[in-house]
């Protein structure tokens, strides 16, 4: 009798330690990770026609490094505001989210990539990988006008980094990529020949002690124009 008791009292402490929401908040309690939940990234970013950008992913904010032209940017919530500062310069610019109308690459892509509008119809294609990432791969819905225009795009967003709304609509506005289900590693254009616009070139988790979205203080106030561009004219 003791003894069944005992074994009662045990199952019923490791049940209520299985609901706790403690246990339920923590990726990989009850034995698999918290959807949506995945360890802070560092992307190594190729940008045609600009070069590499390092970025910093979570489901919630993003930091894109841009180390040659000594500038960084980050969004992230609670209050979605995109800060735009150069450690070296010791200088920020700060525009709500919804103001914000992108950089310089951003800017150029849009220039001379041949317009990269939210109104294109996307299909799903298949999937594919990129660094061993699954993708959802999708395509522009052919035109039967004219069936070759952007026969070439496609769009490959990772199912394992899923972000939050406020991060695709920065990323599109920042280099144009449209809003998917999930971060793009793979962007490419063209409509006879396909031409890679930005991919993943190297992706790692984030060391558990490192906090790279964080802002750095001390920072003097200026504009977009004085952080981001030399020529500030363009």
Known sequence: MQKNLSLFIAVAMLFCTALSPEAQAKP???GAAGKGKYASKNIQLDLRDWGRLNAYLREDAIVIDDPLRDYT???????????IYSKKRKIVSRVP????????????????????QKGQEWQVIGKGKVLDYLCTVRGIKPDAKNPRDRSCWRH???????????ILDFYYKSYGIPPMDGFCLKFVTGSDMPSTLIEAHSIKD????????AIPAGLKK????EVMFVQQDF
Do not use: H
């Open 206 to 213: 984030l060391k558990s002690n490192s906090d790279p979205f």
């Open 73 to 83: 940017i980050c969004c992230k919530a609670p209050d979605w505001v995109v800060s």
């Open 97 to 116: 989210l919804e103001k914000y109308d992108g950089g310089l690459a951003g800017r150029l892509t849009k220039m001379t990539g041949g317009g990269f």
């Open 28 to 30: 990989g309690a009850n």
């Open 156 to 166: 490959y967003a990772a199912r394992e980094l899923p972000v939050k709304p406020q």
């Open 222 to 225: 200026a504009s977009l124009e």
